[in-house]
């Protein structure tokens, strides 16, 4: 009985997870710059990735396994944003732009200099 349960409850993860995927390829297909894009990826990518990992852990009904899962979901948490971020610093370094629908520019040298503190 137990066991048919976790594996609806996996299923259900499982399509959770692919969604969040599917929504972050589309975001990295559509969205106009390398920074949109990235916020897609790094934002929806972890989350879809994070439900399938949490549906192994349930469907798996073993503590080892699960408590692997759930490490991997915590690695995810914890270094998609840095990644995503080291990336566009170094992406905004190296001279690439954001596209001309951005309203701020937090980076750009008139921004700086005309902040009141």
Partial sequence: MID????Y???VF???GSAFCLLA???VLRFPDLYTRMHAATKAGPVGAGFVLLAI???SL???VAMRALAGIGFLILTAP???HLLARAAYSAGYQPSEATKVNDLSSESTRNRSI
Avoid: N
């Fill in 62 to 64: 073993d503590a080892s």
């Fill in 82 to 84: 840095v990644a995503a």
């Fill in 57 to 59: 852990a349930v469907a």
């Fill in 25 to 27: 390829a589309i975001g």
């Fill in 9 to 11: 409850v996996a299923g």
């Fill in 4 to 7: 048919q349960i976790s594996q």
């Fill in 14 to 16: 499982i399509i959770i």
